[in-house]
């Protein structure tokens, strides 16, 4: 299992660079913001006032963005990330227990990062994968048909792999 994104610490240069070589796309600031998000692992605050800047938008307006879209984080993911769907097709085929049990066991709230840092819990809001409900993605990789042993056993897989770097 490959391990999610890894993030450069916070350089205010190395996001001018990101800003300005995305800049005069049309529609900038979303491709910014995920140009941002690839380089440091999230959105940083202090990114906020270099993209109002730059786009000419308030500092509220980027935070609006930021917080509206779900793939945008504020602060660093885990090594791993979960992504469970929360789509209507997932959850009528168990998919709020399931994932209610799973963040119970990790003891986590959505969005929320193990202790050590190994593994973010994210709700999703459809992975098109409605005929194998519920499903999820775990570093991007798809798994479908879910139930507490299969989504056990991609977490234990993941966790065998935490182990090394």
């Known amino acids: ?5 890894t993030s450069t610490p916070w350089d205010r240069e190395k996001a001018a660079e990101v800003i300005a070589a995305h800049q005069n796309l049309e529609g900038p ?13 999230h959105v940083p605050e202090d990114a906020v006032p270099l993209l109002a800047d730059a786009l000419n938008l ?8 930021v917080s509206f879209y779900h793939d945008f984080r504020e602060a660093p993911a885990g090594r791993h990330v979960v ?3 929360r789509a209507e097709a997932c959850q009528s085929m168990g998919g709020h227990t ?17 202790g050590d840092g190994q593994v ?3 709700p999703v809001y459809c992975l098109g994968l409605c005929a194998c ?28 792999d935490w182990s090394t770097p």
Do not use: Y
């Open 133 to 160: 409900a519920p499903a999820a993605l775990i570093d991007g990789r798809p798994l479908g048909r879910l139930n507490r042993e299969r989504l056990d056993a991609a977490v234990n897989e993941a966790r065998n």
């Open 29 to 41: 600031a979303l491709p910014i913001l995920h140009a941002l998000q690839e380089t440091f692992g």
């Open 58 to 65: 308030s500092r509220a307006d980027v935070h609006g963005i």
């Open 83 to 85: 992504k469970l769907c």
């Open 98 to 114: 399931l994932a209610e049990s799973l963040l119970r066991r990790l003891g986590l709230d959505w969005g929320g990062t193990t």
């Open 1 to 5: 299992m490959t391990s999610a994104t």
């Open 120 to 122: 973010t819990i994210e």
